[in-house]
């Protein structure tokens, strides 16, 4: 069942003012809609206009086949999946976590941590998607909604998630995870993953001011 | 989160277990239990599903299939 974790600002780059906006455990029909109504074919046209992997990377859209509703559906049955939806009016991002992942940095190899599957943001929120984007700080929000649940969980903030090319430099300059290289069982992604004492300075940065 | 309480007993040696998993992992007995849990669905969901689990012995490459019962 769908439940209220927590009420955030969201920086509106058009008024340069915050919203509140909501943070969501577990995804319900109105997600549901909004991603089929409003992100699917805002997604599916973009997409149609770049033909190359380089060129969706660029056009920030090379999430555009991604199952929201069926990844999220099959998730509600599983202790081991979690789905999060920031809502301020429309579905703001999205994101599917897996709990049954471990460390494979030296320092936590082998220990429990939150594995990101899946993270989004809406398509009218994303630089060189659209011209002026609405929202800046999903990102952050989602990713520190995954640290929490780590925290929660006894993994101590621990996340380890492969990246699409287009969001790289974000996890690697911006939030701080160590990039573990191309990883040949996920063809052409790179693997990340972030320590306790990383996800600690994390959530102490303000929401907003890193994306 | 709902939330329901379950009373456990274990006996001694599953105790022990119990407390020495939750040290070597650096969580608490909730914790691990929950987790436990988890990864057992994960486990019995795939083997339903058709696949096989495996353990690998890295230095001889052997594998020993996984059968839950």
Known sequence: MK????????????????????????LDQKNFDDFERLWKPMLAKRRAEVHTAAEAADANVQDAHWDWVGKAKIAASKLGQETFAVECGET???????????????AQKGREL??????????????KFV???????????????????SIDSGFHGRLGLHSLPQSESWYRGIAGFTD???????KGMHYFELTHEVADSFLRKKAGAQL | MDRRQMTLMLSDKEMTLLDQLAANRGMSKTALVRQALRLYQSVTERLENGDKVFVERLSTLEKTELMVL
Do not use: C, H
């Open chain 1, 180 to 186: 573990m290289g191309l990883d040949a069982s996920k």
């Open chain 1, 131 to 149: 011209v002026s984007p609405r929202y800046k700080g999903v990102g952050w929000i989602l990713i520190a909604t995954a640290i929490s649940l």
């Open chain 1, 92 to 106: 703001q991002g999205l994101m599917l976590v897996d709990l049954n992942g471990f460390g494979r940095l030296d």
């Open chain 1, 3 to 26: 439940e209220l974790l927590d009420q955030v600002d969201l920086y509106n780059r058009g008024s340069k003012a915050y919203d509140k906006a909501e943070v969501y455990k577990e």
């Open chain 1, 114 to 127: 939150i594995y990101v599957e899946l993270l989004a943001t809406a398509p009218w929120n994303r630089r």
